[in-house]
């Protein structure tokens, strides 16, 4: 099974129409079309009957201290954790793309709506939910996707990956509310006949290439 896009190509930077922001010469960053990309696949193996995709961003800082703080910056050596950015579930089998601006177009303060979306499938909860926890204004849970935001003054640039796992089932079956670990840990235990993944790259830090 092959996982491709037009939006950007394996291995090479994402374009910042499809990051929740962009770079900003006088405020280091500001927000961006947060629009989800265009993914295309084939060559699932025989028996699929759903797919899910997940897309993560495993070089989050662990330790949020010196995050977009002036005059500080986040090391190379801080232990890293993952950040899920998009869970889709229960993809039909007989669907082969993902068109760019399908499931998000915009940032939507406080979260989009779900788990339901259209066609049947539901999306998962990802983790700008955590880190607006604590915002009065941004506060609350972010279905679907939501796009690349890593700390402006972070010294690695981050990397995206969008994975596509082919099941022999037509729904997942997770245990507890559709955050990351839990679907990843319900993948884990799910028949996956295959998957096929694609990574992009992206920073807000201008030194950083």
Request: with cysteine.
């Amino acid at each position: 099974m092959q996982l491709t896009s037009q939006s950007f190509r394996d291995g090479e930077h994402i374009p910042g129409e499809f990051a929740f922001a962009v770079p900003n010469a006088a405020s280091h960053i500001a927000l961006s079309s947060n629009t989800n990309p265009h993914l295309t696949w084939h060559d699932a193996p025989a028996g699929t009957q759903s797919f899910v995709l997940v897309c993560h961003d495993p070089d989050v800082p662990s330790k949020a201290d010196d995050v977009n703080q002036e005059g500080k910056e986040v090391p190379a050596s801080l232990p890293r954790i993952t950040f899920y950015h998009w869970l889709l579930l229960d993809i039909p089998a007989n669907l082969s793309e993902i068109a760019a601006g399908s499931h998000s177009n915009s940032v939507t303060p406080q979260g989009k709506a779900g788990p339901e979306a259209s066609n049947g499938l539901r999306h998962g909860i990802n983790d700008y939910t955590l880190w607006f926890a604590g915002d009065a204004q941004m506060t609350g849970n972010y279905f679907g996707y939501d796009g690349p935001c890593p700390p402006w003054n972070d010294t690695i640039v981050h990397h995206y990956t969008f994975t596509l796992y082919a099941l022999d089932t037509p729904k997942l079956d997770v245990q507890g509310s559709l955050t990351g670990p839990n679907v990843v840990q319900a993948l884990k235990e799910a028949n996956v006949l295959a998957q096929a993944s694609i990574t992009g790259l992206y920073s807000l830090n201008p030194d950083v290439k």
